[in-house]
Nanobody, 125 residues
Framework: QVQLVESGGGLVQAGDSLRLSCIAS????????MAWFRQAPGKEREFVAA????????SYADSVKGRFTISGDNSKIAVYLQMNSLKPEDTAVYYC??????????????????WGQGTQVTVSS
């Protein structure tokens, strides 16, 4: 099973940017669809962005479309989430996830099999 470790979270002001990283160990990510989810206090885990290398497709939640970009490197061991124009409502723990069904950038939590521990993003107003 692949292990995922997130990093890059922190405390920023509204309008600032952050880049989150998800680094895999054990295997490359080329056979997985990858995604970022987030969970705010008292809320359910929410889809943010997903990437399928096999289909060349990405998907984004409406709330982050145009502000966030998901990408991977050529080594297929890392996935990133570039977050621009951050808003207070983006505050959450952000999780990296991998799906063994690799041919689509799934948006539903149930499709994902492996999860990182999360990294906290806090955006002040």
């Amino acid at each position: 099973q692949v292990q995922l470790v997130e990093s890059g979270g922190g405390l920023v002001q509204a309008g600032d940017s952050l880049r989150l990283s998800c680094i895999a160990s054990g295997r490359t990510l080329s056979r997985y669809a990858m995604a970022w989810f987030r969970q705010a206090p008292g809320k359910e885990r929410e889809f943010v962005a997903a990437l399928s290398w096999s289909s060349g497709s990405t998907s984004y939640a409406d709330s982050v479309k145009g502000r966030f970009t998901i990408s991977g490197d050529n080594s297929k061991i890392a996935v990133y989430l570039q977050m621009n124009s951050l808003k207070p409502e983006d505050t959450a723990v952000y999780y990296c996830a991998a799906s063994r069904i690799a041919n689509s950038p799934w948006t539903n939590v149930g499709r994902y099999d492996f999860w990182g521990q999360g990294t906290q993003v806090t955006v002040s107003s």
